[in-house]
């Protein structure tokens, strides 16, 4: 008969949940927003950077790579369209650089061929989908955690 092994207790969020301790945010110029997502944001200090519309590729943006090398972090997510090769190349580079990745889409028209495409690369390469709304629900349900005592 097996002996019962002691487990350590855990008090970190599962891997698969936006911790908003453990993220930074990459906005990409064709996310479609009005605002909301900047004050949302703040609320849970996540770092946001802005992608400027005439920025180089995110695999050549030195300024992106300085933002993906921070060791304190350990998730992305990254705001864009699924019509823009952008956030496919963003998701991949981050990914590639070590990070768990979430992709918050504005427009989700799966009805498009070319987005359908874009978004089985993202889900092929194990990127979380999700919408502005479950993010936020996400980023609430860690945030009413305890925090462990050191």
């Known amino acids: 008969m097996r002996k019962p092994v002691k487990k350590p207790k855990v008090l970190l969020p599962p891997r698969r949940l936006v911790s908003a301790d ?5 906005l990409l110029p064709s996310f479609a927003d009005d605002g909301r997502l900047a004050s949302a944001l703040d609320k849970y200090e996540i770092p946001i950077f802005i992608v400027e519309p005439l920025d180089s590729p ?3 943006n030195e300024k992106l790579i300085e933002v993906l090398s921070d060791q304190y972090i350990r998730q992305v997510i990254v705001f864009g369209d699924l019509s ?9 580079l981050s990914i590639q650089s070590g990070y768990d990745v979430f992709a918050i889409i504005s427009h989700p028209d799966l009805r498009n061929p070319n987005n359908l495409l874009s978004w089985m690369r993202l889900r092929d390469y194990s990127v979380k989908t999700l919408s502005i709304k479950l993010l936020l629900a996400e980023l609430a349900l860690v945030a009413t955690a305890p925090v462990a005592a050191e």
Not at 22 to 26: H, I, R
Not at 86 to 92: D, G, N, S, Y
């Open 84 to 92: 823009d090769p952008e956030l496919v190349a963003t998701c991949l």
């Open 58 to 60: 995110s695999w050549t």
């Open 22 to 26: 453990e993220c930074s945010a990459l």
